[in-house]
């Protein structure tokens, strides 16, 4: 999960993306579809329909690696200072919590004779923490290496799925959220993970609701979202005073200001002074 505190350094385009959007159907390989009432949309639909989950990307993509072609960072790997280890892949797998390392030992149980293999010792002496101990100055090159191969670009995906998207779909589903919602609460997972203490989704989530009812229970889609977005910065915060917000407050709370609870493209946001744009 990848936490940038400071502006990233590429400048990136304002981009023009494609974006074919169609109905939502029923998918036993993923989270729950339910009726969901969301702004002018009352239909059964979730984030996991394949443009809707391709634009999901995109817009992560802007904030974990500064580009809309999430496909281009499979292999991607950096400590870039938050405490964290290195950050790598296509939403921020870390060194220093667990996720990075699980990855790669599901990887490597179906593909023994792998360049990361031999880093696992490392991996996992290091697991917790912010040392470099054991994988440098080869553990970047392995990475880069391996994320050439096929397989372990699906084995990101496999793990960006179970970890973080379909956990996501079915705690918003749950709470009653359509897909702005869906997907404010699979933003939150990349970057605080799961879990209940204050910093993490749970935790952000309990807090929103001691200020708002979800649709769930009754409440309106649009003041519950701006209490999670609210709770959620003040959970950045206070965790690492001075970080950068603005997948928060240029992204998500600009789609929620303009209305936008279905996320219908076009859309346009900045994260860390960068403009995006998805056209239709």
């Known amino acids: 999960m990848k936490r940038p505190g400071v502006l990233l350094l590429a400048v990136a385009p304002l981009l023009a993306v494609t974006a074919c959007l169609s109905v939502a159907s029923d998918d036993s390989r993923g989270p729950d579809v339910r009726r969901v009432r969301s702004g002018s949309l009352d239909a059964e639909v979730t984030l996991a329909d394949p443009a809707k989950k391709e634009l999901a990307q995109q817009i992560v993509a802007s904030a974990e690696n500064g580009t809309l072609d999430w496909r281009s960072a499979y292999g991607y790997v950096e400590d870039i200072g938050d405490g964290q280890g290195y950050t790598a892949g296509i939403i921020g797998f870390c060194t220093g919590t667990h996720d990075l390392l699980t990855l790669v030992e599901d990887y490597t149980k179906k593909h023994p004779e792998n360049a990361l293999a031999p880093y696992l010792p490392a991996l996992r002496e290091v697991d917790g923490t912010d040392s470099h101990e054991g994988l440098d100055p080869g553990f970047p090159a392995a990475w880069k290496q391996e994320s050439k191969v096929a397989a372990f670009r699906d084995a990101q995906d496999e793990k960006r ?32 993970g799961p879990g209940n203490d204050p910093f993490s989704v749970g935790g952000i989530r309990a807090s929103a609701l001691r200020e708002a009812d979800s649709p769930a229970e009754g409440g309106d889609e649009k003041t519950y979202l701006s209490a999670f977005l609210d709770a959620r910065r003040t959970a950045m915060l206070t965790k690492r005073p001075g970080v950068n917000t603005s997948r928060v407050d240029t992204a998500q709370r600009r789609f929620l200001d303009e209305g936008n609870l279905d996320l219908r493209t076009p859309l346009e946001w900045k994260v860390y002074g960068d403009a995006y744009k998805v056209s239709r």
């Open 161 to 192: 799925d179970s970890g973080y998207f379909a956990p996501a779909l079915r705690l918003a589903v749950r709470d009653g959220l359509g897909l702005l919602g869906q997907f404010v609460y699979y933003d939150a997972m990349v970057y605080h």
